[in-house]
């Protein structure tokens, strides 16, 4: 069973544009997460898609935003890009969304650098 | 809003001998899980082992084994029999039961762990 893939895997930007970023999650999963990590804040939560909807969303700014395909694939895109946006974008997938307990596996990551 | 405090940014312990990696979390739910999860250099992210808040019985997976002090709200991690393949960044993280569902965590700041040989 493939694990979560995120492309691309390394990207270099200059500040001011934008950036999409892609996470397929495992196959079967509904629920995609986000999250942000740097050496500064560490590991921060930017939001979480299930069944095509956003269920929750961290304290980022509107730069940060993110949609769900009927695949259950994830994108999140960054506009306007920032100095400070410079991370590793880490994905998760868990089976389903809920109360009970699914574990989420996370994908290698995408290193964003902005210049 | 919870959190989440790991006061060991680093820690190193022999081969073969016993560490424990601290944890310290701040919520006012009676509800939620904890795990802890491994981040290998340049590796991706893996669960080592998780704990249901309302479960009395520590957890434990082979070598990993927690501390679980509810009331304390402490969620410590003892690797035993350390080998070189346990060297990575440990988090600890928080989920809560009850925002609708989301699988949200919440991650301190990790523990980065060296194995000596």
């Known amino acids: 069973k493939a694990g979560v893939t995120q492309t691309p895997r390394y990207l270099i930007k200059t500040r001011g544009q934008q950036v999409t970023l892609s996470c397929s999650p495992i196959?079967?999963?509904?629920?995609v997460s986000w999250y942000q990590q740097t050496p500064g804040q560490g590991l921060q939560f930017l939001f979480e898609?299930?069944?095509?909807?956003?269920?929750n969303k961290g304290n980022f700014p509107g730069r940060f935003s993110g949609r769900q395909f009927s695949n259950s694939r994830s994108e999140m895109n960054v506009s306007t890009l920032e100095l400070g946006d410079s991370a590793l974008y880490l994905c998760?997938?868990?089976?389903?969304?809920?109360?009970?307990?699914?574990?989420?596996?996370f994908g290698p990551g995408t290193r964003l650098t902005v210049l | 809003a919870q959190t989440v405090t790991q006061s060991q940014p680093e820690m190193s312990v022999q081969e073969a001998e016993t560490v424990t990696l601290s944890c310290t979390y701040d919520?006012?739910?009676?509800?939620?899980?904890l795990f802890w999860y491994k981040q290998p250099p340049s590796r991706q992210m893996i669960l080592v082992i998780r704990q249901e808040a309302y479960k009395q019985q520590n957890a434990t997976e082979n070598r990993f084994s927690v501390n679980f002090q509810k009331a304390a709200k402490s969620f410590s991690l003892k690797i035993s029999d350390s080998q070189l393949g346990d060297a990575a960044m440990y988090f600890c993280a928080y989920r809560s039961y009850y925002e609708g569902g989301s699988e949200k965590l919440v991650f301190g700041k990790g523990t980065k762990l060296t194995v000596n040989p």
């Open positions: 919520t006012s739910e009676s509800d939620y899980y």
């Open positions: 196959s079967g999963h509904r629920s």
């Open positions: 998760a997938s868990s089976r389903d969304g809920g109360a009970s307990y699914n574990e989420q596996f």
């Open positions: 898609y299930f069944s095509e909807t956003q269920r």
